[in-house]
């Protein structure tokens, strides 16, 4: 069983910064690209920032220059560094990972974590 289990949401004021974090877990044969979602109350979900196993990263424009995406392939971890918040960062951010499971037959496939709240306040 494939897991991705997010932490580091939380409320902080404009102009603030918080740190996700991300860590796939269970039977995992390979992983290729992860990233960050959001979605916010009302909206589609919309990509954040993905990276891929090396090192190659790919921004929204709304975030670009303020959030950051790393990763460490050895803990499977993928963060996302978020700085300069803004009101409208406010959304309920999802991990993502391309990745195929390690069990017989295992397709390769997007795995999604559970989400954690993001809320920037004015």
């Known amino acids: 069983q494939v897991q991705l289990v997010e932490s580091g949401g939380g409320l902080v004021q404009a102009g603030g910064s918080l740190r996700l974090s991300c860590a796939a877990s269970?039977?995992?044969?390979?992983?290729?690209?992860m990233g960050w979602y959001r979605q916010a109350p009302g909206k589609q979900r919309e990509l954040v920032a993905t990276i891929t196993t090396g090192g190659s990263t790919n921004y929204a424009r709304s975030v670009k220059d303020r959030f950051t995406i790393s990763r460490e392939n050895a803990k499977s971890t993928v963060y996302l560094q978020m700085n300069s918040l803004k009101p409208e960062d406010t959304a309920v951010y999802y991990c993502?990972?391309?990745?195929?499971?390690?069990?017989?037959?295992?397709?390769?496939?997007?795995?999604w974590g559970q989400g954690t709240q993001v809320t920037v306040s004015s």
């Open positions: 993502n990972a391309d990745l195929t499971p390690l069990v017989r037959g295992g397709v390769r496939s997007d795995y």
């Open positions: 269970g039977s995992i044969f390979s992983i290729n690209a």
